[in-house]
């Protein structure tokens, strides 16, 4: 599943190729993909003519701002992804939406698992009205607005287990299972420990592992890319310099204690018994 690294990654992507670029149309192949307008017609007819002026990323939404001051929403859910073409090649199982653009080129939307929802939102209606999950978005780690204050402040009175914290996305929007899972390592606090009882200064380390751990796997992402806006790899990429996550077993790269495996809020966490407190 994407997570926001990987989001980011297709941000920069979309950055790259679609920026000044017109739709000349669009073709809908799965309707269930159009969550906002629903009636076909009405989406095609308002993004006629519209030229992508910027992609933003708000958690794991993608918000293309749009010529006339309306915004297309992306979410990728589980398998969502873009494919940079054009019309002239065969279209693949799975597409979902075709995006046409002036120059003969196609911005095609392929979705295996067909959870993946497209919105338009006109120009001057609250984009929260529309994307309504974006109001349940806490607060951006990747943003100014993310401090070690901010974080102390969502700490307190939270009695939760630091990892299904770390996970709400209305607390902080964006980590998922293995970014989770690094920063706690990072930081030497343990998956269990509870929010509230985290003191000042492992709230300073947590707040710069959580900033790194998100950076380090943006910048394993890559921005090149040949025909698929990259929403793959990432993981894999960070796979492969994981400190905890997958490693089971394994030796930990600090100590060389086994990292240990246990379910916390449903989810798999990997952790270091000795180098976690
Ligand atoms: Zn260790």
């Not at 629903?38 to 708000?58: E, K, N, S, Y």
């Not at 607390?171 to 985290?198: C, M, Q």
């Amino acid at each position: 599943m994407p997570e926001l690294p990987e989001v980011e990654t297709v941000r920069r992507g979309l950055m790259q190729i679609s920026v000044n670029q017109r739709f000349t149309g669009a073709e809908i192949l799965l309707r269930k993909t159009l969550a906002y307008p629903t009636d076909p017609d009405h989406f095609l007819g308002a993004i006629q003519g519209l030229v992508i002026q910027d992609w933003q990323r708000r958690g794991k939404y993608l918000l293309g701002k749009l010529s006339d001051g309306s915004i297309l929403g992306i979410h990728l859910r589980m398998t969502g992804k873009f494919l940079w073409t054009t019309p002239d090649v065969p279209v693949q199982k799975h597409t979902r939406l075709r995006f046409f653009l002036e120059g003969d080129r196609e911005l095609r939307f392929v979705d295996l698992r067909t959870f993946g929802q497209i919105w338009w939102v006109p120009a001057g209606t609250i984009v929260e009205s529309v994307i309504t999950g974006l109001t349940r978005l806490g607060v951006e780690p990747l943003s100014p607005d993310f401090t070690a204050d901010v974080l102390a402040t969502c700490c307190e009175k939270r009695q939760r287990p630091m990892k299904t914290f770390l996970l709400d996305q209305s607390i902080v929007t964006g980590l998922g299972n293995i970014y989770a899972d690094e920063a706690l390592f990072k930081s030497g606090i343990h998956p269990t420990r509870k929010a509230s009882s985290l003191k000042m200064s492992e709230i300073e380390k947590l707040h710069k592992a959580i900033v790194e751990v998100l950076e380090t796997s943006i910048a394993q992402g890559g921005t090149t890319f040949s025909d698929f806006v990259s929403t793959t790899g990432t993981n894999g990429n960070y796979g492969g310099m994981a400190l905890t996550y997958g490693r089971t077993g394994e030796p930990c790269r600090v100590c060389s204690h086994p990292i240990e495996r246990i379910k916390l809020g449903g989810r798999s966490t990997h952790f270091c018994p000795q180098c976690q407190g």
